[in-house]
Structures are given as C-alpha cells and as structure tokens.
C-alpha cells in the first residue's frame, strides 16, 4: 500500500510530531532513509534554511538518515543523481513554499518520476501547504489568483493549506470552480494519513481537516478518521 501524509502548514514544530513520526514508521522507521525537497522554497532563495530546518526536525524525531536533495530548478530535477536519491527513499518530504515553482520543476522530471517509482515501491510521500497541494489533482495558486492541474496523485481532490488561517478563504470559489472535487481544508499544525486503508484517513496534530463534498461540510479532529 502507498501512503500519502498531507499536512496544512507550520509543519516543524512540536504539534507535528505525532503525524511524522507515525509518517517514519509507516515508512520503515527511523533507520529508514528519508529524502527532504526543498524545491517551494528556492524561488525567493529560502531553500537552504528550509532544507536544514526540515533535516533537523526529522532527526530529532529520531531518524538517523535525512537526506536534503536541493532540486531548485528544471535542470536540477533532472539530475539522474538526485533521481537516484529519490527513487532509494522510503520517505519522501515535500517543503512548503511557492506551489507553481514546485509543481512546474517536478512535472515530467527525472526527479518526479523517481518520485513515482519509489511510490508504487512502497515509500511515504509527505508534502506541507505546497508540498501538499500540488499532490492533488487540482491545486490554487494563490499568487496568479488561478486553479491549475496539479500532478495527480490523489484524484478529485484539492488541499487548501493553512485553513485555520487564510485557505478557509478560497473554498467559496474553488467549490463552484470544481464542483466535483472534493476540498481538504487542513489546518496549520495539523495533518492526515492514510495509514488505514487507501481511502481512510486518520488526523494528527493540533487543529482539524474540513472536507468539503458537494453541499456537505465535515469537520474532523485529531484522532478521528474519515474516508475519500
């Protein structure tokens, strides 16, 4: 089984240990090999930080090997070298940043398609705000004020990221813009897995996961789970 761990922002701090450490063990625990991309933050040159700071985070939930690729650009995500990183990781951790940015360098790359293969192997992909949004099907970008086509990992679906804080803003116009997609609000803090089956999700973290389904609204807290 494939696992998916979408989080809503603010990721490396103390109300998100339970979702990556749940996330590391799914993956094969903490000697597995995890693989940090730093790519949403490269366009306004905050990708160094951002990588230490996940490599960090990681490491002092107890995983002994945290790998930060720096694919920060076309030609870099299609490096064969970091592809190979890629392809061996067993967790595999999307930073948050600049959604577009990241969606286009990944799209048809090298990097994406190891990213692919090390997926149906078997291995966890996690994304924050960013990370998490261009994994759907349909994602907004905020900064061109438009939806675009996301890189399709789970289908009919669209992250709205720090819903908490500013993503609860957007659900309006994305629920008429693609009536037949269902809508996760994740909260800051807060994230989901599929770590019971393929279609049933379980919340971590601090705060909560809106879904919305065509007129439904749900809301569910840490610890319940859920079904897409």
């Not at 990370?131 to 900064?143: K, N, S």
Request: net charge neutral; proline share 4%; hydrophobic share 40%.
């Amino acid at each position: 089984m494939a696992y998916l761990l979408l989080e809503g922002g603010s990721e490396f701090n103390g109300q998100m240990s339970e979702a990556d450490t749940r996330a590391i063990g799914l993956a094969g625990g903490f000697q597995t090999p995890i693989v940090i991309l730093p790519t949403a933050a490269a366009p306004d040159h905050n990708h160094l930080r951002a990588g230490r700071n996940g490599q960090r985070w990681f490491e002092s939930l107890g995983a002994s090997h945290v790998d930060v690729v720096p694919v920060i650009d076309k030609q870099s995500a299609n490096n064969p070298d970091f592809a190979k990183r890629i392809a061996t990781a067993r967790f595999i951790y999307l930073l948050g940043g600049f959604p577009h940015f990241l969606c286009e360098t990944l799209r048809d790359s090298r990097v994406w398609l190891a990213l692919l293969e090390a997926y149906h192997s078997g291995a966890v992909i996690g994304g924050s705000s960013a990370g998490a949004m261009i994994l759907c099907e349909h994602y907004y970008d905020p900064d061109q004020g438009k939806l675009l086509k996301g890189l399709n990992l789970l289908k009919s679906i669209c992250v709205l990221p720090h819903y908490n804080r500013f993503g609860k803003g957007w659900a309006s116009k994305l629920r008429s813009s693609i009536p037949q997609a269902t809508l996760l609000g994740i909260d800051e803090q807060t994230g989901m897995i599929n770590d019971v089956s393929e279609r049933a999700w379980t919340v971590f973290g601090a705060g909560a996961v809106t879904l919305y389904r065509g007129d439904q609204i749900e809301v569910h807290a840490r610890g319940e789970q859920f079904q897409l």
